[in-house]
């Protein structure tokens, strides 16, 4: 297949047929490549690039002689050709994912306990169940009523230092506001994330935030609903410690905190963002998203450079770069 089979933006999706489709599903293993990632049929069929499919006319695609030289499998994972060696590796990660999952729940259950969190989803590789080692980092996203952004991360630090001390490494590198749920950093990466997270505390707010995002269906069409739960319930004393916090910090003495704790972060945080020379950071009144190492930006050049040496360089700007505003 060459580029010019491949005319795809963001915003039109392609036509179905056997050949698009064929093209789609090589786009898609060829992200998760990038990450040394097999996938199973459920897997292809939601994080499918660009195009609506239903996993019938996936699994037919998989069979076809259009794709079978450019496929590996065992099952249940599929790769491209040649790499054989990432199956074992997804195995033993799953492996390491169940070592840490139970690990990853129990801090966010405790940071769901703190005052005015609605919501808190496991992201990055842990949510596929692709983390490097047992001592991998645990990346959350959380949500927050509106006005209190900068002192939910402050106590979240707090938690991410005691953790610490028991060899845990948590990473809450995205905090925002309810008010704030749109995200103006679309990409085929920032898209992923959202499809990809995991959702285990308020999920109703999950929803909303999937809601206010409908744009990552232009490149992720079939990705509906979370990827998986491990909501769960605050037992009676997290409910009495949640409710306490926010009645104290509810009021003027929350807004004074809240002032003091953004104007004391922001500077800090602002002053690493200019020394990592990040684009991705991004600090306001609402949002907190310290991406200081620009992952998301390098991933998206690593995927550019496979198309292109696919031969689908046509689909790389508008795949890998997205719309941003």
């Known amino acids: 297949m060459d580029a010019a089979d491949v005319q795809f933006g963001p915003t039109s999706p392609e036509p179905w047929s ?16 990038v990450f040394g ?30 794709l079978r030289p450019h496929l590996t499998a065992e ?13 074992l590796r997804r195995r033993r990660r799953s492996a390491t994912s169940g070592v840490l999952w139970p690990v990853a729940r129990r801090y966010a259950r405790r940071i769901a306990a703190l ?16 983390p490097r080692a047992r001592l991998d980092d ?15 991360r402050l106590m979240t630090i707090v938690l991410v230092h005691l953790a610490r001390r028991h060899h845990v490494a948590l990473c809450p590198n995205y905090i925002l506001d309810s008010d704030h749920l749109v995200m103006t950093d679309r990409t085929l990466y920032t898209a992923h994330e959202l499809a990809q997270m995991v959702p285990c505390y308020g999920l109703e707010v999950h929803d909303r935030l999937l809601a206010a995002n409908t744009w990552m269906r232009s490149f992720l069409p079939n990705a509906e609903g979370a990827n998986g739960a491990h909501v769960q319930i605050l037992n009676p004393i997290e409910r009495f410690f949640k409710a306490v916090g926010t009645a104290l910090l509810g009021g003027l003495v929350g807004d004074v905190l809240e002032h003091w704790a953004r104007r004391y ?3 800090h945080l602002l002053g690493q963002a200019t020394d990592s020379h990040t684009v991705e950071a991004c600090f306001s009144e609402g949002v907190c998203k310290g991406h200081m190492q620009d992952y998301g930006r390098h991933i998206e050049r690593t995927y550019a450079a496979r198309l292109r040496a696919a031969g689908l360089a046509k689909a790389s700007l508008a795949l890998a770069m997205g719309e941003r505003g």
């Open 37 to 66: 990632y097999p996938m199973t049929l459920e897997e292809i069929h939601r994080y499918l690039v660009g195009m609506p499919a239903t996993i019938e006319q996936v699994t037919a695609a998989l069979a076809s002689e259009a």
């Open 115 to 130: 005052p005015f969190v609605s919501m808190v989803a496991v992201t990055g590789s842990l949510a596929v169940d692709n």
């Open 138 to 152: 645990l990346d959350y996203i959380i949500v927050v009523r509106p006005g209190r952004t900068w002192l939910v």
């Open 75 to 87: 099952p249940p994972y599929y790769a491209l050709a040649e790499r054989e060696l990432h199956f």
């Open 18 to 33: 056997e050949r698009a489709l064929a093209t789609a599903i090589l786009r898609t293993l060829l992200y998760a490549d």
């Open 265 to 267: 972060q922001m500077r």
